[in-house]
């Protein structure tokens, strides 16, 4: 199980919820984490630290990563899923496109591998 998880909204992106995310992320494989969309719009006493909650859950066991965009976690993604991998793509916004976006890009690579008749 390999979740990616934007913390887009005011709300989801609040420190409060660190602890909750660290639990449920827990049980993931592997997680990739895009940056606080409003992160401008929070005071840093209040906006969850990516980076924090990235260092705590590879500690307990839970490779996570930071990604820089969400085309960078895109671009992860697609250099580490494989076959029969899930994904989870989690976000209360549009995560711009990513799942469909993924989607694509893996059916492209799928058809490249093919054989030629």
């Keep these: 199980l390999v979740a990616a998880f934007e913390p ?17 992320f827990a049980v993931a494989d592997r997680l990739l984490l895009a940056p606080v969309f409003y992160a401008q719009r929070l005071p840093a006493d209040e906006r969850l630290d990516v980076s924090r909650l990235a260092a705590e859950l590879g500690a307990g ?6 990604t820089a965009s969400i085309e960078a976690l895109r671009e992860q993604l697609l250099a580490e899923i494989t076959a029969g991998d899930v994904v989870a ?12 976006r993924l989607l694509q890009a893996l059916r492209q690579r799928e058809a490249a591998a093919r054989p030629q008749t």
């Design 89 to 100: 793509c989690m976000s209360s916004g549009s995560f711009e496109d990513l799942p469909r």
């Design 61 to 66: 066991g839970t490779p996570t990563a930071v």
């Design 8 to 24: 887009r909204s005011l709300s989801a992106a609040r420190r409060m919820f660190h602890d909750a995310y660290r639990d449920a």
